[in-house]
């Protein structure tokens, strides 16, 4: 059963929105995908970046699994305003990853 994740900012307090089958299915504070596809919608993106207004344009996909969160794993973010990627501290663009912690405190970290 394959699901998208993205972090909720309207929510108080924030979490993890998980939608299945197209439609937001709950709203959790951490969750650990595994074979993860990183998706970025590029005219989204644009869209937000031309009129500066919040919206859903990049997801994690991939399938919800219990795993405790590995040393080894490397920070992954996305900002629409900085580029139209996930990518890592150093500027590396993730487009998969085996497995994925997406935090309480809206961080994820991905083991490539």
């Known amino acids: 059963m394959t699901v998208d994740v993205y972090w909720n900012r309207r929510l108080r307090p924030?979490?993890?929105s998980v939608r299945?089958?197209?439609r937001v299915s709950?709203?959790?504070r951490e969750i650990t995908l595994m074979n993860v596809r990183f998706v970025v919608h590029p005219a989204a993106v644009a869209r937000v970046q031309r009129l500066r207004q919040r919206a859903v344009c990049a997801y994690?996909?991939?399938i919800p699994c219990e795993a405790p969160r590995y040393p080894s794993?490397?920070?992954v973010r996305f900002d629409p305003y900085d580029g139209p990627h996930f990518v890592t501290p150093d500027g590396f663009v993730v487009l998969k990853?085996?497995?994925v912690h997406f935090l309480e405190n809206g961080q994820c970290?991905?083991?490539?």
């Open 20 to 22: 299945d089958g197209g």
């Open 97 to 99: 990853a085996s497995l």
């Open 26 to 28: 709950r709203y959790v």
């Open 60 to 62: 994690a996909r991939g």
């Open 73 to 75: 794993a490397i920070r």
């Open 14 to 16: 924030r979490a993890w």
């Open 109 to 112: 970290y991905a083991v490539l």
